[in-house]
């Protein structure tokens, strides 16, 4: 494992240059800049909108994210595209009335499934888009209605009984001695649902492919009409084992939109917050992953660890899964001098118990065989796919907010950001282990100099409509959260896009020649989010 600057996305053009880019290609751009936070954004005619995404990708952006936002009788459309240093975001503007635009698929695969979803969303349509089937309805609205425009009811109009979602177009098996094995949506289990949907001949998988979106919460709409602090409690539960990482970016956004200044102590103790969240997920899924093969030993010593760790959190911040501590304008908890005595400690015990478990890990040969050669994703993959997190890191795409984009307090700091370049299981384990050591480290030096002063700032009033971006790293990878406020502080429109939407594709591709059994491993070791996803 290395921890060194990888090429990859780092070999893109700085987002500065992007615009001139556009520019000499014969697109028109516009800078927008009521759009606040760690982004550099711009206005483009819809007639170019294809056009600009095969530039970015001609370049080696990243795609990262599109939503819309209804302003009838207009809607908006955003992507937002990752450069060497940091974001580009792009916005045009359609009709509500039969609006098309070009597709963004063609040249950024990661735009497939979002693409579908702003169909399905808000009526337009992408006139050259790849795959014409829905993704997320299920039934539980029209085909003709649309769940995000400004007249669609919060409580929707469906019956008393949605209709079951029985007529999913999966593309069929085909040849002699090919056979289909449908998985979900409900397992045994209390995981969330999806479908995964597996061609195969004898245990060999030929092909994957997954349908999700049972749990949709309509976590967009319901943030329409509250007032910023209760929009960062809903962006706290988008996906509760990043309850951090979602609230920081929605405050992220929202304090960039109206320009809301946070102390340093508080921005401080987000970081810690943030790691701690980190740590938690990648104790939690390094022994699921052993558990998938059979190796309870490293199974029950990772979940006691998890365990530990989140008690400290319960006793210091008031809940296991640090839930409601991020605010607008900073934090709910402060920590006094035993607190971080509790915290040091903890980060010791935990160091020390790992150098005993980790060389098992990655050196126990009947677990290494199982972990080595399964569930191959490579870089090549990665990229095209634009991979995020731990599973872009395993494969050689080294990229992390952290260090390559830094948002406060991390641009104080070294990153140190591991990654490996075989792709498999085994790497993303590793990979994992090394995250957990890196947030220690930058645990210890957050809780050895926290700043002195207040926890919070008092949120000014908002005396006019304004916007702003937020990025965050989250343990999955990066988060993005898209927040517009209207005069007196009100929601228009909240925007959160989980790393889960571009690495659940990632799985389809890992899985393919694996065996049958192996898929539960192969699952785990990515470890999408079906709450991050199902908004």
């Known amino acids: 494992m ?4 990888h090429q990859g996305q780092l070999a893109a053009p700085p987002v500065d240059s992007l615009p001139l880019l556009l520019a000499q290609a014969g697109i028109p751009v516009r800078e927008l800049p009521e759009m606040k936070g760690p982004v550099r954004a711009l206005a483009i005619e819809a007639r170019f909108w294809g056009q600009a995404a095969a530039i970015a990708a001609a370049h080696h952006v990243r795609w990262c994210a599109g939503w819309g936002e209804h302003r009838p009788p207009e809607i908006n459309i955003f992507a937002l595209l990752a450069g060497q240093d940091g974001h580009l975001l792009l916005q045009t503007t359609i009709p509500d009335t039969r609006g098309e635009l070009p597709s963004q698929t063609p040249s950024f695969p990661a735009a497939n499934r979002p693409e579908r979803y702003l169909q399905e969303m808000f009526g337009m349509r992408f006139t050259d888009h790849p795959d014409p089937r829905r993704w997320m309805r299920h039934q539980a609205w029209d085909a003709d209605q649309y769940p995000l425009r400004k007249d669609f009811p919060l409580a929707g109009t469906a019956p008393e009984q949605t209709p079951p979602d029985c007529v999913y177009p999966f593309i069929p098996a085909e040849g002699e001695g090919v056979y289909e094995i449908p998985v979900g949506p409900v397992h045994a289990g209390i995981i969330e649902p999806g479908h995964f949907r597996f061609q195969a001949m004898g245990e060999a998988i030929l ?17 329409e009409g509250r007032d910023f602090a209760g929009l960062v409690r809903l962006a706290a539960r988008v996906s509760g084992d990043s309850t951090v990482a979602h609230a920081w970016a929605a405050c992220q956004a929202g304090e960039h939109a109206i320009g809301l200044p946070v102390p340093r102590r508080a921005v401080v103790i987000r970081a810690i917050l943030a790691e701690r ?9 390094m022994g699921a992953c052993c558990n998938d093969v059979g190796f309870a030993f490293a199974h029950v010593h990772f979940s006691r660890l998890r365990e530990l760790w989140q008690r400290h959190n319960a006793a210091v911040f008031g809940h296991r899964l640090l839930m409601d501590v991020v605010i607008p304008g900073g934090v709910t908890r402060d920590l006094e001098p035993e607190q971080i005595s509790l915290l040091q400690q903890a980060n010791e015990q935990l160091r020390h118990e790992l150098d005993d478990l980790l060389p098992l890990l990655y050196e126990y040969p009947s677990l290494q065989d199982r972990l080595r050669t399964t569930g ?29 984009a830094p948002y406060a307090p991390y641009e104080q700091v070294t990153v ?5 370049s075989g792709g498999a299981s085994s790497n993303r384990v590793h990979v994992r282990g090394g995250e957990i050591l890196v947030s220690l480290d930058l645990l210890d030096t957050f809780l050895a100099n926290l700043p002195t002063g207040d926890i919070c700032s008092a949120l000014p009033p908002i005396p006019a409509t304004c916007c702003g971006v937020g990025c965050v790293e989250g343990w999955r990878g990066e988060i993005i959260a898209y927040v517009r406020l209207e005069a007196g502080g009100i929601v ?6 989980d790393p889960s939407w571009l690495n659940w594709p990632a799985l389809e591709v890992l899985i393919l020649g694996e065996i049958v059994p192996d898929f539960p491993l192969c ?8 709450s991050g996803h199902d908004l």
């Open 277 to 285: 969240e980190r740590v938690a997920n990648h104790l939690g899924d």
């Open 416 to 420: 140190a950001v591991p990654f490996s």
């Open 376 to 404: 191959i994703l490579s870089l090549d993959k990665a990229r095209t796919l634009g991979a995020l997190g731990f599973v872009a890191r395993a494969s050689g795409e080294c990229w992390d907010l952290r260090r390559d």
């Open 492 to 497: 228009s429109r909240y925007f959160p896009r």
């Open 207 to 223: 092909s994957l492919e997954e349908h999700l979106g049972y749990v949709h919460k309509g976590i967009e709409k319901c943030a």
């Open 2 to 5: 290395n921890s060194t600057i």
């Open 523 to 530: 699952n785990k070791s990515v470890n999408g989010s079906y």
